[in-house]
């Protein structure tokens, strides 16, 4: 089993910056993925970046590259997303995951095994 646990949202205004936190406690698997999805109300959840636990490539989505960041702390089992230049249309809850999803579809929430709580991320106009 895997515990995750979000933290660092918040109410922000456009133009700010967050940085989220997600720590991972319980059964290590270096071949695991980490991610972070958001949903936003009405919408499915989509999938924000990913980064391998074992290092490698990491992978943001159109709608964030250059604005969003993720890392991680291997020794503080710890992944971050740092956001910063926020619009409104980044409001929504964000997740992080973690799985072995397959390489043709790491987008799909289906392929992650475990997930945090969720944690609200507000930008105001």
């Known amino acids: 089993q895997v515990q995750l646990v979000e933290s660092g949202g918040g109410l922000v205004q456009a133009g700010g910056s967050l940085r989220l936190s997600c720590a991972a406690s319980?059964?290590?698997?270096?071949?695991?993925?980490m991610a972070w999805f958001r949903q936003a109300p009405g919408k499915s959840r989509e999938l924000v970046a990913y980064?391998?636990?074992?290092?490698?490539?990491?992978n943001h989505a159109d709608s964030v590259k250059g604005r969003f960041a993720i890392s991680k702390d291997n020794v503080k089992n710890t992944v971050y997303l740092q956001m910063s230049g926020l619009t409104p249309e980044d409001t929504a809850v964000y997740y992080c995951a973690t799985g072995r999803p397959p390489a043709w579809d790491m987008a799909e929430p289906s392929g992650y095994g475990y997930w945090g709580q969720g944690t609200q991320v507000t930008v105001s106009s």
């Open positions: 980064i391998p636990w074992s290092g490698g490539a990491t």
């Open positions: 319980g059964r290590s698997d270096s071949t695991r993925v």
